[in-house]
């Protein structure tokens, strides 16, 4: 049924809602007694779950990529889309970085150039897609050289048309003179590596990080946990030591040979697995009764009592 149009409303003073005039008196004895104002966000809660609600929508959480304090609801957000040390994939190499640096990196990786399939130019990254939408496979110079041109003119135009070349005094490519600056700022200008401050050529800086840098984040292979490369091999020596319980035979096996042993497990070890068991009691035992003296040491010993005790009974007869 519509309420009618002539009919009052007040606003709860704790919830500040609008409420016809005429529920108003149970409408606040309830909500008074039963509902609270979030301080934070301003919605209405019940009284017994206002904590609950703080801790599972406003406390405050620490990120683990970039340590910045959010809010716990705001945690996965701020992961997915705003945190500086997020991974994304620079979008011509792949290669994954923070993104507090993939805009220089990508300033830098979009410049390189490969060579066109079609028409054997050397294209920039960044123009790839719009060059590869366009390309008929012919060069300009082919197209030009394509011409027919007058004899007479031909020395001319050759020496209008055709580029000065200069050879690279670093890589040795012939590069049109006029670009010959470019292309050593683009290709092997010395750049210098901001996770190990190596200086590289600019062309090879993407290779250097993913494959070369000492300070590249590498995956152990047993605990998979991310270290710089520079760790890992002292990382790995100890963690390959470590043991784990094997679901087959139930031995402790060191992870370093974990692939080798399941390869040959067929989980009959229980003998093995007793005599396992009894050398650790054993050890167990005797470090904690401390060790015992050679068998050879307590005869010595017990042969001397002997000696001595008769002795001292001829001595007193």
């Known amino acids: 049924m519509a309420v009618a149009s002539d009919q009052t409303t007040s606003i709860c ?6 409420i016809p005039s005429l529920n108003l008196d149970l409408h606040v004895a309830h909500c008074s007694l039963k509902l609270e104002k979030c301080k934070i966000c301003g919605l209405m809660v019940p009284k017994k779950h206002a904590d ?6 406003h406390a405050p959480v620490t990120c683990s990529l970039c340590n910045e304090t959010v809010e716990r609801e705001e945690l996965a957000v701020h992961k997915g889309e705003n945190c500086p040390q997020r991974m994304l994939a620079c979008e011509y190499c ?8 993939l805009i220089e990196h990508q300033e ?11 028409c054997s130019r050397y294209i920039m990254l960044r123009e790839r897609s719009v060059h590869e939408s366009r390309c008929n496979g012919s060069t300009n110079n082919i197209t030009e050289s394509s011409r027919a041109i007058p004899s007479s003119n031909h020395d001319f135009h050759v020496a209008h048309s055709s580029p000065k070349l200069e050879k690279c ?4 490519d012939m590069v049109p003179e006029k670009d010959a600056e470019e292309h050593f700022l683009r290709t092997h200008a010395p750049v210098a590596c901001s996770l190990c401050n190596e200086t590289v050529e600019r062309e090879v800086l993407a290779v250097h990080k993913r ?30 030591n470590r043991a784990e319980r094997c679901h087959l035979c139930s031995r402790y096996i060191r992870l370093c040979d974990r692939n080798a042993h399941e390869r040959r497990c067929n989980g009959k ?36 009592a002997v000696v001595l005790g008769a002795l001292f009974y001829q001595r007193k007869a």
């Open 13 to 18: 003073n704790n919830c500040d809602r609008e």
């Open 52 to 57: 609950k609600h703080f801790l599972k929508k």
């Open 94 to 101: 792949e290669f994954p970085l923070p993104a507090i640096d």
């Open 108 to 118: 830098v990786c979009g410049n390189r150039t490969e060579l066109c399939h079609l």
């Open 169 to 172: 005094k670093t890589c040795g």
């Open 211 to 240: 494959e070369n840098c000492p300070q590249r984040v590498v995956t152990c292979e047993y605990c998979k946990h991310p270290f710089p490369a520079i760790d890992l091999f002292k990382h790995q020596e100890v963690c390959g």
């Open 269 to 304: 070890s229980s003998r093995n697995t007793s005599q396992a068991e009894r050398d650790r009691g054993a050890l167990r035992t005797q470090q904690h009764e401390g060790p015992k003296p050679p068998r050879v040491l307590t005869i010595a010993i017990i042969g001397i």
